[in-house]
């Protein structure tokens, strides 16, 4: 049987989880194979463990997971943010380097058309999908987008993602226990949400 997270749910009262979970969340707009999801899910299956959440009791520690939700939004908008920047900034340094693939050229066209309409909620479908948030970011800074166009959208997107992510954790726990099999079904269910945005997204028209 495996073991309950019950030993480690301490640790999300520890600072280091959400300097961990923000470092994560933040860097995987430009390192897309970071496991931020997964860490986001996992702090938030171990805060049920030490809240009770696995015994069906009323949880004391609530503040743990708004904090929780609060860092990883937090810190997938200044992601977002700092990405737009770059790609603001990049000029024809950045077309050559996407240039260089001919998918992620595809890709940012593609999107870069979808933001030029005012596609508010494909900022929110891409932020579910893998590698969706980066292409997404570096394209509204590419094509010049207004940040009123995209930010908002942006702080949307790292909001329901955010939400999300804990919810999967802390309801899995919730259900199935405070153990690595809630945590793993978590996980599965955010990669599935993943693959859906993903199917959305490349159905947006070009």
Not at 17 to 35: E, H, K, N, R, T
Not at 53 to 64: C, I, K, L, R, S
Not at 99 to 114: D, F, K, V
Request: proline share 5%.
């Amino acid at each position: 049987m495996l073991e309950s997270l019950g030993d480690v749910g301490s640790l999300t009262a520890a600072p280091w989880i959400y300097a961990a979970v923000a470092l994560s969340v933040l860097l995987d707009v430009f390192l897309p194979v970071l496991p931020s999801g997964v860490l986001v899910i996992t702090a938030a299956t171990a805060a049920a463990a030490g809240s009770g959440a696995a015994t069906g009791q009323v949880p004391d520690d609530v503040p743990d997971i708004l904090a929780l939700t609060l860092c990883a939004a937090t810190a997938s908008v200044l992601g977002d943010l700092v990405a737009y920047r770059l790609a603001w900034r990049g000029g024809p340094r950045l077309d050559r380097a996407l240039a260089r693939s001919r998918r992620l050229a595809s890709a940012q066209e593609r999107l870069g058309a979808a933001l030029s309409r005012g596609g508010g909620a494909l900022v929110v479908l891409a932020r579910f999908a893998p590698a969706g948030r980066s292409l997404v970011s570096f394209g509204a800074g590419a094509t010049r987008r207004s940040p009123r166009d995209f930010l908002p959208w942006s702080a949307v997107a790292g909001i329901a993602w955010a939400v999300y992510s804990v919810a999967l954790g802390y309801l899995g726990a919730q259900w199935l226990g405070a153990t690595w099999v809630a945590a793993l079904v978590s996980v599965a269910a955010l990669f599935g949400a993943g693959a859906v945005a993903t199917f959305l997204v490349r159905r947006s028209p070009a």
